[in-house]
Nanobody, 121 residues
């Protein structure tokens, strides 16, 4: 199982950009799929992005498609989420998830503590 630590969140104006990072530890990182999900106050978890173990296959939630990009560096054991054209509705705690059971439902076997992203209008 991988251990995950997110970073890079913060406060940004609408239309701005942020890049989230997820540092992973554990010997199996390069063999597991990874993803990002988010949760806003009073709302359910929402799938944001998925990347397979090699980085060749990616998938995105409808609400972020075309604005967010997921990537990974297996040598650095890291996953990234580049977020552009941010909107106030993107405000949430963002979590990095590892080894999904059902990534479309934001179900992962491991996840970090999250990083807060706040987008002001």
């Amino acid at each position: 199982q991988v251990q995950l630590v997110e970073s890079g969140g913060g406060l940004v104006q609408a239309g701005g950009s942020l890049r989230l990072s997820c540092a992973a530890s554990g010997p199996t990182f390069s063999t597991v799929a990874m993803g990002w999900f988010r949760q806003a106050p009073g709302k359910e978890r929402e799938f944001v992005a998925y990347i397979n173990y090699s980085g060749r296959l990616k998938n995105y939630g409808d609400s972020v498609l075309g604005r967010f990009t997921i990537s990974r560096d297996n040598a650095k054991k890291a996953v990234y989420l580049q977020m552009n054209s941010l909107k106030p509705e993107d405000t949430a705690v963002y979590y990095c998830g590892g080894d999904p059971t059902d990534y479309l439902k934001a179900d992962f076997r491991s996840w970090g503590r999250g990083t807060q992203v706040t987008v002001s209008s």
